[in-house]
């Protein structure tokens, strides 16, 4: 069939009726991706609460010590330490201490602000991956992260190391966003860097 304009050389190409429904081919809101996202997120916290009350392991047991005897005397002294208060990553030391004055002293409720940081970290990565390369990739990815053994372990560990994922991914991707980025004025985004790198100081202290 010829279209209408090869017959009426005069008629306008607007003026010409289609059958394509208005709004076709654009992006219309669905399941994907936030809705398959916050299922993900929900099969993540779920592994990560899985048995979340079992025994502290050895590494755990200088931030878990320390955080009692900082709620007893004011100090984080583990015994038989070498210099009798364990000050590395102080801020971990009295977040758990934190933690069992809130919740309780159990072994769940000093991972609980792990977890937090390490769900944060899932949320971040996709949002971080999808902006630079594009969706598909960033659902891989946390779909990866969210069942990945050492990810699971880092997800809710009373230890820093989870904490300086989220920290680390965070200042590499704001760094890079102030030297390639324009979504803020360059000023803002120099403050937000040195504020992120100064966070990393206290907390890797």
Not at 113 to 124: K, R, S
Request: aromatic residues 14%.
């Amino acid at each position: 069939m010829r279209p209408a304009a090869l017959d009426h050389p005069g008629m306008a190409p607007e003026s010409i009726p289609s059958s394509i429904p208005a709004g076709a081919g654009r992006a219309r809101p669905g399941f994907y991706p936030w809705g398959l996202l916050i299922v993900v997120l929900l099969i993540a916290l779920g592994v990560r609460l899985y048995r979340i009350h079992d025994a502290f392991w050895t590494d755990e047991l200088y931030h878990v010590i320390g955080a009692h005897s900082l709620l007893e005397t004011g100090k984080p002294y583990v015994p038989g330490y070498k210099t009798g208060q364990y000050l590395r990553a102080y801020p971990v030391t009295w977040l758990t201490a934190t933690a069992f004055d809130w919740f309780g002293d159990t072994e769940a409720a000093a991972r609980i602000p792990f977890l937090c940081f390490n769900m944060v970290f899932l949320a971040v990565a996709f949002l971080v991956v999808r902006r630079w390369f594009n969706v598909h990739l960033a659902m891989i990815l946390v779909m990866v992260l969210a069942l990945a053994p050492h990810e699971l372990i880092l997800g809710r560990e009373v230890r820093m190391y989870g904490l300086f994922q989220l920290l680390y991914f965070s200042a590499a991707a704001i760094g890079f966003e102030v030297v390639e980025g324009a979504w803020w004025p360059l000023r803002r985004r120099q403050a937000l860097l040195l504020v992120s790198f100064l966070v990393l100081l206290l907390v890797s202290a």
